[in-house]
């Protein structure tokens, strides 16, 4: 992870080379200021994959991955353990003493190991600490034809866009000031909020005239290089707090308040995210070894005895009780009913469970609570059904994020269709440390996360509209666009604000996946070359009978 003083050096270097390159004209500057942005960008995730990309084709024995397995359980087991007691009203400090003795003779040991891979295996090492980045000219070959990345680096008074297609490379700088960090706060807040007293003309007349300026300054300038392509967008700090797709292209009438009839980006441009180019491509290569479709999970929460937020979350401050979620089992049994799917729900939908089954399948979609730690994002977890069990034994029904480290997952795309799941602690170097970061830690190369809480009932339709598209062959990040213009085409007033619509966004790999429906293409030309046959005999019988009265 950098720190203040290294950002400030990578911004310091990216100024350079573009001063450089505005001095010789020599390309090889403008080249440079680009690898520099990227070297700034989720160094440590970066570095993550790597190592797990070395212990694979590294020539490590199965009998030490295995070793490696079980220490690193043990660890997360400790963490896990020390944690939970921790966060209790009266700790048991020698049952703290003794697992944090334990844990630290399990990182020893995993040091050890460690040390031993480097020394005894050279491939391991080489892999592990490769250092470069994807060159401009790479990234040229890799994108799809009509594909642009465009990489933002917000420098404090200057933001550098890098624009790379096939056929182009251009660097834009655009001076900032306050106001554009106020537009993205302003933008941000009116995403957030909810409440019906935000809906008034006011806030209305904030938020386009934010998004609007917002527009003119991330995506006018290079305007003329990304129109009509599809964007890989690598937002830079604060800018991966917001939604691309509610920036406005034209300025809107504030005499009136109408937030369906907005210029949208979403209206033009299909969209995703990355945390960096390097890392984007890296996952493309992963070959995917699921056997299973779908598995969706949607637990039910006890409205007469919730799980208090306070129980599992190390809070001081209000008491936040986990109610029931109206609108997941709808969204859940929509997936049942028109995919191949397995759907644990109300009770069934147990950490446990997820657990013992999530390595099989190609797609993990999970709707329910979300808790963020903004104080330690690796504590952030995702909330399953807590049982009698669970509750009488004082365990912690959620699973962590750090937990995902350690799980070989298989799937080619999580959904993760629940409050926050993109939203964390900003941390140089490595943008947003969110639930979703969890996943991508995981291997898996693309997820469907949400910015803000979704609102329920929106979420659920807007997911039966973005699994339609998937069964019909579109790409994730265009099939999730179509799901939105669709929803803003259809709904009401109060429904067309983009609090409603824009809360999801794709992550990383965007190509399309494979869900058969239930009623796959065949039957339905099988059901429908039956009919031709049946009504032909029926006709002919007629003929035939006429004949003979004749």
């Known amino acids: 992870m950098l720190s203040a003083d290294e950002e400030d050096i990578y911004n310091e270097t990216i100024l350079v080379s573009l001063e450089l390159y505005k001095a010789t004209n020599n390309e090889k500057y403008l080249a440079e200021a680009f690898t520099f942005t990227e070297k700034s960008k989720s160094s440590v995730l970066l570095s993550h994959m790597r190592e797990v990309e070395a212990r694979q084709i590294g020539r490590i024995p199965d009998s030490l991955r295995q070793k490696e397995q079980n220490i690193k359980a043990n660890i997360a087991s400790y963490n896990k353990l020390i944690h939970e007691e921790e966060q209790k009203e009266n700790p048991n400090n020698d049952r703290i003493n003794l697992w944090k003795s334990r844990l630290f003779d399990y990182n020893q040991q995993y040091e050890k190991l460690i040390t031993r891979f480097e020394n005894n295996f050279e491939e391991y090492y080489r892999l592990k600490y490769k250092t470069e980045v994807l060159q401009v000219n790479e990234i040229r070959q890799m994108l799809d034809t009509n594909q642009a990345l465009v990489e933002y680096n917000l420098a404090d008074t200057l933001l550098f866009t890098f624009v790379i297609t096939p056929t182009e490379y251009h660097v834009e700088r655009t001076s900032i000031d306050t106001t554009f960090f106020n537009n993205i706060s302003e933008v941000r807040q009116a995403l957030m909020v909810s409440r019906m007293d935000h809906f008034d003309q006011q806030n209305y007349n904030n938020y386009v005239f934010a998004a609007h300026d917002l527009y003119n300054k991330l995506i006018k300038p290079v305007k003329d290089k990304i129109e009509h392509k599809k964007l890989l967008l690598i937002p830079?700090?604060?800018?991966?707090?917001?939604?691309?797709?509610?920036?406005?292209?034209?300025?809107?009438?504030?005499?009136?308040?109408?937030?369906?009839?907005?210029?949208?980006?979403?209206?033009?441009?299909?969209?995703?995210?990355?945390?960096?180019?390097?890392?984007?491509?890296?996952?493309?290569?992963?070959?995917?070894?699921?056997?299973?479709?779908?598995?969706?999970?949607?637990?039910?929460?006890?409205?007469?005895?919730?799980?208090?937020?306070?129980?599992?979350?190390?809070?001081?401050?209000?008491?936040?009780?986990?109610?029931?979620?109206?609108?997941?089992?709808?969204?859940?049994?929509?997936?049942?009913?028109?995919?191949?799917?397995?759907?644990?729900?109300?009770?069934?939908?147990?950490?446990?469970?997820?657990?013992?089954?999530?390595?099989?399948?190609?797609?993990?979609?999970?709707?329910?609570?979300?808790?963020?730690?903004?104080?330690?994002?690796?504590?952030?977890?995702?909330?399953?059904?807590?049982?009698?069990?669970?509750?009488?034994?004082?365990?912690?029904?959620?699973?962590?994020?750090?937990?995902?480290?350690?799980?070989?997952?298989?799937?080619?795309?999580?959904?993760?269709?629940?409050?926050?799941?993109?939203?964390?602690?900003?941390?140089?170097?490595?943008?947003?440390?969110?639930?979703?970061?969890?996943?991508?830690?995981?291997?898996?190369?693309?997820?469907?996360?949400?910015?803000?809480?979704?609102?329920?009932?929106?979420?659920?339709?807007?997911?039966?509209?973005?699994?339609?598209?998937?069964?019909?062959?579109?790409?994730?990040?265009?099939?999730?666009?179509?799901?939105?213009?669709n929803f803003i085409e259809n709904a009401d007033q109060l429904r067309g604000h983009p609090h409603y619509w824009a809360g999801y966004v794709a992550i990383g790999d965007t190509s399309n996946i494979n869900i058969p429906d239930k009623t796959p293409l065949w039957s339905f030309y099988a059901g429908g070359g039956i009919i031709v046959v049946l009504m032909a005999s029926l006709l002919f019988f007629l003929i035939r009978r006429k004949k003979m009265k004749a």
């Open 236 to 485: 830079h700090n604060e800018l991966g707090f917001i939604s691309f797709d509610v920036l406005l292209q034209q300025e809107a009438d504030t005499t009136r308040m109408e937030y369906r009839g907005l210029d949208y980006l979403v209206n033009d441009y299909t969209l995703s995210y990355a945390s960096n180019a390097t890392l984007y491509f890296h996952e493309l290569e992963r070959d995917s070894k699921a056997t299973k479709d779908i598995l969706a999970f949607a637990p039910s929460y006890d409205a007469k005895n919730p799980i208090k937020a306070k129980e599992i979350m190390r809070q001081t401050d209000d008491i936040e009780y986990l109610l029931p979620i109206p609108g997941v089992f709808e969204e859940v049994n929509f997936i049942k009913k028109n995919f191949k799917a397995d759907v644990f729900k109300g009770k069934k939908a147990t950490e446990k469970n997820f657990k013992k089954r999530a390595q099989k399948y190609s797609v993990l979609h999970l709707a329910m609570h979300t808790l963020i730690n903004n104080e330690e994002p690796m504590f952030s977890k995702l909330v399953f059904y807590q049982d009698d069990n669970t509750r009488n034994n004082d365990e912690d029904p959620a699973l962590n994020t750090y937990e995902l480290f350690n799980m070989e997952l298989n799937a080619d795309m999580a959904v993760l269709s629940a409050c926050n799941t993109g939203v964390g602690k900003l941390r140089k170097g490595e943008g947003i440390m969110s639930l979703a970061r969890g996943f991508l830690y995981a291997r898996v190369p693309s997820i469907i996360m949400t910015l803000w809480p979704a609102q329920d009932q929106s979420s659920a339709d807007l997911m039966a509209q973005f699994y339609k598209y998937l069964a019909q062959g579109y790409a994730k990040d265009e099939a999730l666009r179509k799901a939105k213009v």
